[in-house]
């Protein structure tokens, strides 16, 4: 019997699952309410709302440059509930492991997560674990639950967005897709482009102790379809015609690169670190300086504005460094699947 990769047994329930839980699991995650190892957890939550997501995770390699399957598993979930303006508290884990992944994968993962929980400060309340044959799955999975606290101030949404607001971006756009891309095709590149995956919910609440809470329309984290995606969301959601400028949208100069070489468009590739704030126009200079003061924000950009309301025909234009306009579709299709 193979003592160095995931067995079949250690989907069993019985005595190689709880070895499992506790030597790689328990041992890096430990809390109060994880440790009593219920079938469910019991939660305090002194609020009057709070904000629940969910996410899976399924990404390809799951090792990647800046990050791994463990830590974007937290940070998508932390981000999504950070999006509310809520503060991330607990989330749940769920790990689907194929037979045969090495042990010593499924530590580094582990400890990974360890690191990611902790830089967010959120506890992981409930875990599971599951096993699949070999060729039912591809490596592991990952599926993660979360809640927060919402103040009762807050009140984001996509219908929110109005004439004259501005549109934020919290910093370079495409570092999570260049950087998969990269790492599946093995394309040589002189710098290494690290995807950009981190927690945002520290950066949101400095945003929303700098303005009063309803300057901030709304928040959105651009992960799959990229800028682009998000951008037609709010313009549909809110009804709306948005307008950016190519000349004030940040990417990095090796991201322009891979997109050149390869024929994308780096405003529909993925992120995992960023978010795009519909802000009012009298406050949106001191949210930017509010994100540089973070390394999450530090290259936060106006890249654009809500022009006017429109019912007939929302859409999304980016005025092009030659002077000239074209519509930004929203995306047909999947250039890079599992992404997250």
Do not use: W
């Amino acid at each position: 019997m193979n003592q160095n990769k995931i067995l079949l047994d250690h989907g069993s329930g019985g005595l190689a699952t709880k070895k499992l839980i506790e030597e790689f699991f328990l041992s890096r995650l430990n809390n109060p309410v994880l440790s009593r190892m219920e079938d469910s957890a019991v939660l305090y939550l002194p609020a009057d709302k709070v904000a629940f997501t969910t996410d899976s995770f399924v990404i390809d390699p799951i090792f990647f440059p800046g990050g791994d399957i463990g830590s974007l598993s937290v940070h998508g979930t932390v981000n999504d509930l950070a999006m509310q303006g809520a503060k991330p508290k607990f989330l749940s884990l769920g790990i689907i492991m194929e037979e045969g992944l090495e042990l010593k994968v499924v530590e580094r993962i582990a400890e990974s997560i360890s690191r990611a929980v902790k830089e967010a400060d959120v506890l992981i309340a409930a875990a599971d674990t599951k096993v699949v044959g070999k060729g039912q799955a591809d490596k592991i999975f990952i599926n993660t639950s979360g809640i927060g606290i919402l103040p009762n101030n807050i009140n984001l949404g996509i219908d929110k967005a109005s004439p004259g607001d501005k549109i934020i971006v919290s910093g370079f756009i495409g570092d999570h897709g260049s950087s998969i891309l990269l790492a599946r095709s093995e394309l040589p590149f002189e710098t290494e482009i690290l995807s950009d995956s981190a927690p945002l919910n520290r950066l949101v609440e400095k945003v929303f102790q700098a303005v009063p809470a309803d300057s901030i329309r709304l928040l959105r984290d651009p992960t799959r379809g990229g800028l682009a995606t998000v951008l037609n969301e709010i313009s549909e959601g809110s009804r709306v015609k948005i307008e950016i400028s190519e000349d004030l949208i940040p990417i990095r100069p090796e991201v322009k690169s891979v997109c050149e070489l390869l024929g994308l468009d780096p405003l529909y590739l993925a992120n995992e670190g960023k978010c795009v704030a519909v802000v009012d126009a009298k406050y949106a200079d001191k949210v930017v300086n509010t994100m540089h003061k973070s390394d999450e924000g530090k290259y936060a950009a106006i890249i654009g504005t809500v022009v006017e309301k429109t019912d007939d025909f929302p859409l999304v234009l980016l005025k092009t460094r030659i002077g000239g306009k074209r519509i930004v579709p929203l995306l047909s299709g999947e250039p890079l699947p599992r992404i997250c």
